[in-house]
């Protein structure tokens, strides 16, 4: 299966992922930002936008195995909230193919625990029960979800919608199953075995991924480097494109003066 990728712009190599319910479009605000500095892959996950939908027993295996057969061999990967597990889990499952990763309001663990924040298991069973009955309503519901707690609400679901309105509606099957992927994934042990240069952006008043989840993730990944845009809720590239752009931006030029542009391998600079 061959997914979707709209390209454009020059430079090395960023593939980004949406997130649930979403499409490439949604990167409208922060690709003009970007584009000078690098060619972006602006990818539609599997039965979202333009791209046809795995099979109903598809695992995040799969999904990530969907995107690496679109995108080029070397690059940089960013996800954000499901597209930032799909880009995790692709650079677990092929560490030469992704250079560097950046994850933006995501989390290798969705779902509250006793010892985890995250979202709690009942929202996610509503979810999953209302799609059966009006899959369009829950998108709509999890899009004020997304926005809840930023200063620019009403303008950050307005975005959305628009960008969601840009491509054809996500699969039924797809959201299922990209909400089973966010209540049954757990990468937080894998964490530890990614040694690419690893960048983590969150918003302090993000509901989905709460603030608490930022220490945790710290010392699962104590080689990463993380951000929290302070007035920035789950979707910060909507609400704060140019600060997001910006700490995207230095941090894979940062990288690029790190690594050798042949191998690809870490370098010492003075």
């Given at each position: ?28 605000g ?10 972006l ?9 333009h ?55 995501s ?20 979810f ?20 809840m ?23 039924p099957a797809?959201l ?5 992927l ?21 918003g302090?008043l993000?509901?989905?991924v ?11 990944a ?49």
């Open positions: 299966m061959s997914v979707y990728v709209e390209r454009r712009g020059r430079g090395p190599d960023l593939v980004l992922l949406h997130g649930w319910g979403m499409n490439g479009a949604v990167w409208q922060l690709a003009p930002r970007l584009e000078a500095d690098f060619r892959h602006l990818v539609d996950l599997p039965g979202f936008g791209s046809p939908a795995l099979p109903a027993h598809a695992r995040l295996d799969d999904w990530a195995a969907a995107v690496l057969g679109a995108v080029p061999d070397e690059a940089a990967w960013l996800g954000w909230s499901l597209g930032g597990l799909v880009a995790t889990h692709a650079a677990l499952q092929a560490p030469m193919r992704v250079r560097s990763l950046i994850t933006l309001a989390s290798p663990r969705f779902v509250a625990e006793d010892d985890w924040p995250g979202i709690k298991p009942a929202v996610l069973a509503a999953e029960q209302q799609l059966a009955e009006d899959h369009h309503q829950v998108v709509n519901r999890f899009l004020a979800l997304q926005a707690g930023s200063e620019h609400a009403r303008e950050d679901i307005r975005q959305l919608r628009d960008s969601l309105a840009q491509k054809p509606g996500p699969d797809a299922a199953a990209g909400l089973a966010l209540g049954g994934v757990d990468l937080r042990t894998g964490l530890s075995r990614l040694q690419l240069p690893m960048l983590r952006l969150y302090r993000d509901g989905l709460p603030r608490k989840a930022v220490a945790l993730v710290d010392a699962l104590p080689h990463s480097q993380s951000h929290v845009e302070p007035r920035a809720s789950h979707a910060s590239f909507i609400s704060h494109p140019e600060a997001t752009a910006e700490q995207i931006r230095a941090f894979l030029l940062n990288v690029a003066g790190r690594q050798d542009p042949d191998t690809g391998l870490s370098i010492s600079v003075s």
